[in-house]
């Protein structure tokens, strides 16, 4: 799962068609860096879901290829773009992506399961600082799911006057 970091801002500072061609060059270039059997799907905005298969059926192997895989991605995203700006105008653009992987061998989790572990390695990695590559680990999820529990108790707390914030 990759999210390109900031992109709003170039479709807010540059327009849309710029952002357009950046997306069409980001898609370029995890074509190039992908095996020829992988899938590379936009999801939506700047997000894309990238399919790859078979790694090594050794899990350690696996891993390190995997963990290749995605610092092959972050290098050839983190290269600058050269664009036509308006009045086609040379304009360089630098842009980075954050990564979350997820390496799975359980056919009995649905898409929709393995998109939502992918999506939660990639928000680490935006947390982590952006530009930066994230294995979904299963302790990410009970982290997540304490933290929206916690939320939840809080409001209920403040809700039944049960808790007091001063300010």
Same mark, same amino acid.
Request: net charge negative.
């Given at each position: 799962?990759?999210?390109?970091?900031?992109?709003?801002? $170039?479709?807010?500072?540059?327009?849309? +068609?710029?952002?357009? *061609?950046?997306? #069409?060059?980001?898609?370029?270039?995890?074509?190039? #860096? %992908?095996?020829?059997?992988?899938?590379?799907?936009?999801?939506?905005?700047? !997000?894309? /879901?990238?399919? /790859?298969?078979?790694?090594?059926?050794?899990? +350690?192997?696996?891993?390190?290829?995997?963990?290749?895989? &995605? !610092?092959?991605?972050?290098? @050839? %995203?983190?290269?600058?773009?050269?664009?036509?700006?308006?009045?086609? +105008?040379?304009?360089?653009?630098?842009?980075?992506? #954050?990564?979350?992987?997820? &390496?799975?061998?359980?056919?009995?989790? #649905? @898409?929709? !399961?393995?998109?939502?572990?992918?999506?939660?390695?990639?928000?680490?990695?935006?947390?982590?600082?952006?530009? +930066?590559?994230? *294995?979904?680990?299963?302790? &990410?999820? $009970?982290?997540?799911?304490?933290? /929206?529990?916690? !939320?939840?108790?809080? *409001?209920? @707390?403040?809700?039944?006057?049960?808790?007091?914030?001063?300010?």
């Amino acid at each position: 799962w990759l999210d390109l970091d900031r992109f709003k801002e $170039v479709d807010d500072l540059l327009g849309h +068609q710029i952002g357009d *061609r950046v997306l #069409s060059e980001v898609a370029r270039r995890l074509r190039d #860096s %992908l095996p020829e059997d992988a899938g590379i799907a936009r999801f939506g905005g700047d !997000e894309f /879901v990238i399919l /790859v298969q078979p790694l090594s059926h050794d899990p +350690q192997t696996a891993c390190r290829e995997l963990d290749e895989l &995605m !610092e092959r991605l972050q290098q @050839a %995203l983190n290269q600058p773009y050269s664009l036509l700006g308006p009045q086609s +105008q040379p304009l360089q653009h630098h842009s980075s992506a #954050s990564l979350g992987s997820i &390496m799975f061998h359980d056919r009995h989790l #649905s @898409a929709e !399961e393995l998109i939502r572990r992918a999506d939660i390695a990639m928000y680490r990695a935006k947390e982590a600082g952006r530009n +930066q590559t994230v *294995r979904f680990d299963p302790s &990410m999820r $009970v982290e997540l799911e304490r933290a /929206v529990q916690l !939320e939840n108790d809080l *409001r209920r @707390a403040i809700e039944n006057e049960e808790l007091y914030v001063e300010l």
